[in-house]
């Protein structure tokens, strides 16, 4: 139990362009989300923590209107990359955290997004 | 603030080997730790935890303790195997920083077990 999934796993778009990543807890209720970015040299990057129902926490450094988070309903967390420019290309993480779960986050496989 | 320290890779081995990468951490309160692993081409998955000082957390033979005095969380494993090859990252969770949920991550470890 406890899978995360990620839609689409590889995205290629031009500069301007605009990305919907998808997150979807399949098995269980998250009422917290996470998105990551994912360096080169392995590094974990925190972008935002997201909600059920209110509004994104986004970290330091993360533009909210270049990166926009929407967590409609307990299972379902979607990450915008607004006008995309190739230094956004990244390996872009979902993460959930179970409802009445114990700090255990459960990842989705990742997106790969390239901007050209 | 918090934060975690890892050992820098990569780590190579050869097969049976004894395997450890270092953790430690500071953190103002009371955190949860963490070992999450990355096998090519996956996402990460929990691998063991510790949530309090003193707990040893364990799972397919790797083994890690919460030890609250020297601030570390080492991860070991007495024989490793091609298949453990993969990217280990470590992680606090501090339920006194404001987010009991935000995980606080160290920058991986790749580990390459040669047959």
């Known amino acids: 139990g406890a899978v995360v999934s990620q839609h689409p796993s590889r995205v290629i778009c031009k500069s301007g362009t605009s990305v919907k990543i998808e997150c979807r807890s399949l098995?269980?209720?998250?009422?917290?989300m996470f998105w990551y970015r994912q360096f080169p040299k392995q590094s974990l990057m925190l972008m935002a923590t997201?909600?059920?129902?209110?509004?994104?926490?986004?970290e330091q450094g993360v533009e909210k209107d270049k990166f926009l988070i929407n967590h409609a309903s307990l299972t379902l967390s979607t990450l915008t990359v607004t006008s995309a420019h190739p230094e956004d290309s990244s390996f872009y993480i979902c993460?959930?955290?179970?409802?009445?779960?114990?700090?255990?986050?459960?990842f989705g496989p990742g997106t790969r997004l390239t901007v050209l | 603030g918090d934060s975690v320290t890892q050992m820098e890779g990569p780590v190579t081995l050869s097969e049976e080997a004894f395997l450890t990468i270092n953790c430690t951490y500071t953190?103002?309160?009371?955190?949860?730790l963490f070992w999450y692993v990355q096998y090519p081409g996956e996402g990460l998955q929990l691998l063991l935890k510790?949530?309090?000082a003193d707990d040893k957390g364990s799972n397919k033979g790797f083994e890690a303790t919460y030890r609250k005095e020297t601030t570390s969380f080492h991860l070991e494993k007495g024989s490793v195997q091609v298949s453990d090859s993969a990217v280990y990252f470590c992680?606090?969770?501090?339920?006194?920083?404001?987010?009991?949920?935000?995980?606080?991550w160290g920058l991986g470890t790749s580990l390459a077990v040669n047959p």
């Open positions: 098995d269980f209720q998250a009422t917290t």
């Open positions: 997201s909600n059920e129902g209110s509004k994104a926490t986004y």
């Open positions: 992680a606090l969770s501090d339920r006194y920083a404001g987010n009991n949920r935000k995980l606080i």
């Open positions: 953190a103002t309160g009371y955190p949860s």
């Open positions: 510790a949530t309090k």
């Open positions: 993460s959930a955290d179970r409802a009445g779960g114990h700090n255990e986050q459960f």
